[in-house]
């Protein structure tokens, strides 16, 4: 295991900046993790930090990973009386709206009116938006300070859908604190456990990853699959896994959190999986590749831009390939080291001191610094 993190030294030049964060909700998901790793960095270099969370979610005990320092509120009530709350404790702050659901939260916006503000885009949202959408999110955002967009896929799509201007628009990239153990690939009987983080919501796809492992198992390959996440089609892939006759080929984990549980699961992993239709820059992906596992991802441009070479990429409406590429991965331990290695090497680009420092120069040209 690699050494404790040094707490970081504060930071003179940010002297009196304060941030707030401000979210739809803080619940249990890569957009919070982005959050909570931002949110804690800053506070170490000496921004006040202040997450706000527009509504109480059903899942919030990832709120437990914020420094103590980190000032955070979860508002509630009526629209009104919550919009009146936005407005008082952003007073005085450079407000970073983060919010994950494609949606424009208009009123919100216009509660924000002469705070320095900057708005994250985390995915890219084309099936969740329309012409009209579209048009308006480009209005209010012609207020905005900066925009940041996590790829350069989702500033295509910001400019490209959104129709903002491209100077407006600064890729960010997602990171992660790289401290797993080396690993060791610890099946050598032909078979293969991969791993999925993700929630389970119908762009994530899943059921597609459900029917590559079936079609694995067909062919004889002694594919498992862990899957860790949960979400609103948990049930029907409970039940497609008994169709598909692998339910004994699955473990279910719910949705787990906490770093200690989910590093020794991919640890023991030989590969991990994604079939997403549409992502931004998944920190799933990027755990996967610090713990040095081959990547098995959907053909979408934004994985190819997290993975590289380091990834092996099927496309998501067919299944079967996903099932050859699992079928090769099985066979072959000499490609997943190669791969591993290849992904634990990419992990060092998504550096999060250059994460944090580049969110700080954004928040200082927003105040004038």
Not at 153 to 181: K, S
Not at 296 to 316: K, M, N, Q
Not at 327 to 353: C, I, T, Y
Request: positive net charge.
């Amino acid at each position: 295991m690699s050494e404790p993190r040094k707490a970081a030294a504060p930071d003179r030049s940010v002297s009196g900046l304060r941030v707030c964060l401000l979210v739809r909700y803080f619940t249990v998901g890569g957009l919070e993790r982005v959050v909570t790793s931002l949110a804690n960095e800053l506070v170490a270099r000496g921004v006040e930090v202040r997450v706000v969370a527009l509504a109480v979610a059903k899942r919030n005990a990832l709120m437990t990973e914020l420094d103590p320092r980190v000032k955070t509120v979860s508002l509630s009530g009526s629209p009104a009386r919550r919009l009146a709350a936005v407005a008082r404790l952003t007073r005085g702050h450079v407000v970073h709206i983060h919010f994950g659901d494609g949606r424009i939260h208009p009123l919100v916006r216009f509660a924000l009116r002469g705070r320095p503000t900057v708005v994250s885009y985390h995915s890219v949202y084309t099936h969740r938006r329309t012409w009209l959408r579209n048009r308006l999110d480009r209005c209010l955002n012609a207020r905005v300070d900066q925009v940041i967009a996590v790829s350069e896929a989702v500033r295509d799509f910001c400019t490209t859908q959104v129709g903002l201007p491209a100077a407006q628009v600064e890729v960010v990239p997602n990171a992660i604190r790289v401290d797993c153990p080396e690993r060791v690939d610890e099946r050598g009987d032909g078979g293969l456990t991969v791993i999925s983080l993700a929630g389970l919501y119908p762009h994530k796809n899943q059921a597609a990853v459900l029917a590559g492992v079936a079609e694995a198992r067909q062919r004889g390959v002694d594919v498992r699959l862990r899957v860790i996440g949960d979400g609103p089609e948990m049930a029907d892939l409970y039940r497609r896994g008994l169709v598909l006759g692998i339910h004994e080929a699955i473990e279910w984990y719910g949705q787990v959190w906490r770093r200690d549980l989910v590093l020794p699961l991919l640890m023991s992993s030989q590969a991990f999986v994604s079939a997403s239709r549409f992502e931004g820059m998944p920190i799933s992906i990027l755990e996967a590749m610090a713990a040095g596992l081959p990547l098995v991802l959907s053909d979408i441009p934004s994985h190819h831009e997290t993975a590289g070479d380091a990834g092996l990429y099927f496309d998501p409406d067919h299944p079967q390939q996903l099932a050859s590429v699992l079928e090769s991965l099985a066979k072959d331990a000499p490609q997943r080291k190669v791969l591993g290695e290849a992904s634990l090497g990419r992990s060092g680009l998504f550096d999060l001191d250059a994460f944090t420092a580049r969110h700080l120069r954004v928040y200082q040209r927003a105040v004038g610094r």
